[in-house]
C-alpha cells in the first residue's frame, strides 16, 4: 500500500509519503510557502527519493482545513488533478485534528479527562478552534469546530486546558500566562500525521465518499465574501 498525504492548510507546505511497510518520508516547507509553486516540485522530488510514480500511488490523504483559503484551493486542485488520470480511495481530517494527533497525553494515571484545545490563526482576530477530551482510545472532540476572537477563546477555556496551534502567536501575552500552552512544534498540521491517522483506522480520518467531500472546509466566508454580505445589508 502507497499513500501520499499533503497539507496545505496554513503557511506552511508539508507532503508525506509511504511506500509500502517502508517508514514514512516527510517533506515539510516552513514559511510563507508559495503553495500554487511549490507544491507539485516537493510532491515530485519526495517521490522521486522513494522511486515511485503517482500512477503507483493507492490512496491520497489530504488536510481538510480550515486554514489558508488559497492554500486548501491548491491542495484540492492538485488532488482532484490526480484523480482525473487515475481514480483513487481518499481521506481527509481537519486541520485542528491533525494537531491534536500528534500530542501525547500527560501519562498513564491521566489517561482520561484531559482537556485540549487546538486554535488556528483565521487572520482579521479571530481564531479556528476545537475543543477535545483525552480518553483512554486517545484525544477526542468535545463539540464541533468554531470561530472566536482570541482573547474571547482564552478567557473561557476550562481550567486546565492545555492549548496548542499557531493561533497562539497572536493571543494576549498576558492572557497566555495563566494558560498551559504547548510548544511550537505542536503548532502546525503536518501530512504525516494523516499518514499516522490512516495506520491507526483513526475515526477523525474520513472517507471521501460525496461530491461536497472533495471541498475545502473553510469555517467561515472568505474576506471578499464577507465585504460583499456587508454591502448587501447596508443596501436593504
Not at 101 to 123: D, H, M, Q, Y
Request: glycine fraction near 8%; include cysteine; proline fraction near 6%.
Amino acid at each position: 500500500m502507497n499513500l501520499l498525504a499533503i497539507e496545505t492548510s496554513g503557511h506552511s507546505l508539508s507532503v508525506a509519503i509511504k511506500k509500502g511497510r517502508a517508514p514514512a518520508r516527510h517533506a515539510f516547507l516552513k514559511g510563507f510557502s508559495r503553495h500554487v509553486e511549490n507544491l507539485i516540485p516537493l510532491i515530485d522530488r519526495l517521490l522521486k527519493k522513494e522511486r515511485l510514480k503517482i500512477k503507483e500511488v493507492d490512496t491520497f490523504l489530504i488536510g481538510r482545513g480550515p486554514g489558508s483559503f488559497t492554500g486548501l484551493r491548491v491542495g484540492f486542485a492538485t488532488l482532484k488533478g490526480f484523480l482525473a488520470v487515475r481514480e483513487r480511495p481518499c481521506f481527509g481530517a481537519y486541520s485542528f485534528d491533525l494537531v491534536a494527533s500528534t500530542i501525547p497525553r500527560s501519562g498513564s494515571r491521566c489517561a482520561s479527562g484531559e482537556n485540549l484545545a487546538v486554535c488556528l490563526n483565521a487572520k482579521r482576530d479571530k481564531l479556528y478552534a476545537r475543543l477535545y477530551r483525552s480518553y483512554r482510545q486517545g484525544w477526542k472532540p468535545a463539540g464541533a469546530p468554531f470561530v472566536k476572537a482570541p482573547d474571547d477563546f482564552l478567557k473561557e477555556l476550562p481550567a486546565g486546558t492545555r492549548v496548542a496551534g499557531d493561533g497562539l502567536a497572536v493571543c494576549d501575552r498576558d492572557l497566555l500566562k495563566k494558560i498551559h500552552s504547548l510548544p511550537e512544534k505542536h503548532w502546525t498540521p503536518r501530512a504525516s500525521a494523516l499518514i499516522n491517522l490512516y495506520e491507526k483506522k483513526d475515526p477523525l480520518l474520513k472517507p471521501f465518499k460525496r461530491p461536497k467531500d472533495f471541498l475545502p472546509f473553510y469555517l467561515r466566508n472568505s474576506e471578499a465574501e464577507e465585504r460583499l454580505k456587508n454591502k448587501t445589508q447596508n443596501q436593504k
